[in-house]
Each structure stands twice: as C-alpha cells, then as structure tokens.
C-alpha cells in the first residue's frame, strides 16, 4: 500500500486578503515586494523559484502573471458545489489552473460561471448565489478557525489536528513528514490509521 493510499485531503477556505479588490490592482511583483518586504527584483527572483517549484512537479505554473483580487467568491463557488454534491477537488483544481495556469481573474463572474458548470453546477444556481451572500458565513468560519489556530499563510497542512507542515514542501519532505506522523501512530497505538489533511 502506498502512502497515498492512507491520506485524505480536505481543503478548507483561507484568503490571503478577505479585504482585497475584486480588480486586479497591482502587479504580482509589486505586491509580493510590498507583502514580504523585499526589492522588486528580489521579489520576482522568489516568483522564479515558486514557479519552477510547480514545473519540476510538472505544472505549467505561471505565478508571475496571476492577477490578484478578492478570492471569496471562488471560495463561495467551491462551497455551492459541494453542497450539490459536486465533485470537490475537481472544482479546486480548475480554480487553481484559472488562475495559476491561464492567469484568469477569479473574482470575474463570467469565469466562475464556466468553472462551475464545468462540474455540472446549472448557471442559475452560480448567478443567485453570486448575486447573494450565500456561503459567506461558511467561508468566514473556516478562516476564523485557521486565524485561531494561527495560520496566516498557504499553504498550510493540518494532519490528524495535531502536526502542522507550513510553506511549500518538496514531494520527498512531505512524504517523510507523512510517513513520520505515521509511524508516531504506530508507536502511540499500534495501529497505522487513515490521515487526515485539512
């Protein structure tokens, strides 16, 4: 049985900025710069490295052109469709490759719009809940939970609600990381057990 096989994912929504224009604003270099306190040209050598971190796992990872916006109503899209029954990951995944691959601005509704019906959610359905604050509370909660657990960046991995990876990690790291909670439940109970990343 491989490592795979033993863990399960949830993803929960966090904003980087729940005050953020719903208009892209400024550059993504400009505001790496301004977040992280670094020159223009040291910030776009860290979107380099982000970047080629996403090639080398094969994705076409365009982080240097993403346009940043406010992101609660893709996080409100996710919410719509799994309470459909919707598949999930699916809809996270082509989130992400909107906005990470063809650089698409994830607060324009004609875009959510597509995503959703592209995992067979009715455009009806995307445009009442676009037009009202449906899932907002749902979203807020989950964010208030990772403030309280002192979470303020991604990514950010909770496993089994007591270890904690922050920032990106290597394929190889998280495997070792993975397979040490998973041997500390050995140790602990005897019984290798389903982990949970939320």
Do not use: W
Not at 1 to 12: A, G, N, T
Not at 40 to 63: C, H, M, N, T, V
């Amino acid at each position: 049985m491989k490592i795979e096989d033993l863990v399960s994912f949830k993803m929960k929504a966090f904003e980087l900025n729940p005050n953020a224009s719903p208009k892209v604003e400024t550059k993504t270099d400009e505001r790496f710069a301004k977040k992280y306190g670094m020159t223009l040209e040291g910030a776009r050598r860290q979107i380099d490295q982000i970047s080629k971190l996403g090639r080398d796992e094969g994705i076409d990872f365009r982080y240097a052109d993403t346009l940043y916006t406010n992101m609660l109503d893709a996080h409100r899209l996710t919410k719509l469709a799994e309470s459909k029954g919707k598949d999930v990951d699916k809809i996270i995944y082509l989130l992400f490759d909107a906005y990470f691959t063809k650089n698409l601005v994830l607060s324009d509704r004609s875009v959510l719009i597509k995503i959703g019906k592209e995992v067979s959610l009715e455009e009806k359905e995307i445009t009442e809940m676009l037009d009202s604050d449906k899932f907002t509370d749902e979203v807020r909660k989950e964010e208030t939970e990772a403030y309280r657990m002192g979470i303020h960046g991604v990514p950010y991995f909770v496993i089994n609600d007591k270890f904690t990876i922050s920032g990106c990690e290597s394929r190889e790291d998280m495997k070792s990381v993975l397979m040490n909670v998973l041997d500390d439940q050995l140790e602990t109970s005897g019984v290798g057990m389903l982990l949970l990343i939320r």
